[in-house]
C-alpha cells in the first residue's frame, strides 16, 4: 500500500519499514512485494546489529528490533527516566525539549536503525526507503538523525530517498486489499456455468 499508494507511489522499487511492537520490512519490486521462498523475505528486525548483546524471542541475541523499535526505545527510555509507563512517544517528546538522557537513548536506537537499514541497502539498492510505523510519527525528531546516520555510513551505495510512511494505521488493511486484489486477477476465469 505504501508503495503504490502511500509515501513510494510511483517508485518501482522501495524498501518500506515498520518501527513498531518490533521492526518489519517490505521489499517492494515491480508494483509488487517480495516475499521470498518461504515467506520470510524482509525481516530486517531479525539483521544482528549488536553482537551477542541483547536476547531476542526469535532466540538470536542483538536483533535491530531489540533497539530500534518503538517498543525498544520506550522500554529503554522507561528504565532511564523511572517512569514506568513511559513510550517512545515521551522519549520522543523528551528529545525534542532537550533532555540530553532522552538523546542518549535516542541516539543508541537511531544509529542500531542506521546500521540495520545500510546492511539492507547495501543488499538491496531499493532507490526509495519508507519508514513507518510508531516511531516514525516521531518525525524530524527521527528523520533528520537517521538520514544523517545512514549518509555517515555509506561509501559507495547510493542514498535512497528517504520518506516518511503516508498512510498511517490504514496501510496495513489497504495492503491487504491491493493483494486480495490482485491474487483475483491472477485465478483464470471460469467460463463454464454451471446450473
Ligand atoms: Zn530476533
Known amino acids: 500500500a505504501e508503495g503504490r499508494a502511500g509515501a513510494g507511489r510511483g517508485a518501482d522499487r522501495f524498501l518500506f519499514v515498520a518501527l513498531g511492537t518490533g521492526i518489519a520490512g517490505a521489499i517492494g519490486l515491480a508494483g509488487g512485494v517480495e516475499a521470498g521462498a518461504n515467506g520470510f523475505a524482509g525481516e530486517i528486525g531479525h539483521i544482528v546489529v549488536r553482537p551477542g548483546g541483547r536476547p531476542c524471542p526469535c532466540g538470536q541475541t542483538g536483533c535491530l528490533e531489540r533497539y530500534a523499535s518503538a517498543a525498544a526505545v520506550g522500554t529503554t527510555w522507561a528504565e532511564e527516566s523511572g517512569r514506568p509507563d513511559a513510550d517512545a512517544a515521551d522519549c520522543a517528546r523528551a528529545v525534542a525539549a532537550g533532555d540530553p538522557d532522552a538523546a542518549r537513548v535516542w541516539t543508541e536506537a537511531v544509529e542500531a536503525l542506521a546500521d540495520g537499514l545500510v ?23 527521527l528523520f533528520r538523525p ?3 546516520a545512514i549518509e555517515r555510513r555509506l561509501t559507495f551505495q547510493a542514498a535512497p530517498v528517504l520518506l516518511p ?21 491472477h485465478i483464470p476465469q471460469t467460463t463454464e456455468v454451471r446450473t
Open 146 to 148: 537517521l538520514g544523517a
Open 165 to 185: 510512511a503516508a498512510l498511517g494505521d490504514a496501510a496495513g488493511c489497504l495492503g491487504a486489499a491491493l493483494l486480495a486484489q490482485d491474487l483475483l486477477q
Open 119 to 141: 546492511t539492507a541497502l547495501t543488499l538491496l539498492d531499493p532507490g526509495t526507503l519508507i519508514v513507518g510505523g510508531g516511531l516514525a510519527e516521531a518525525g524530524d525528531v
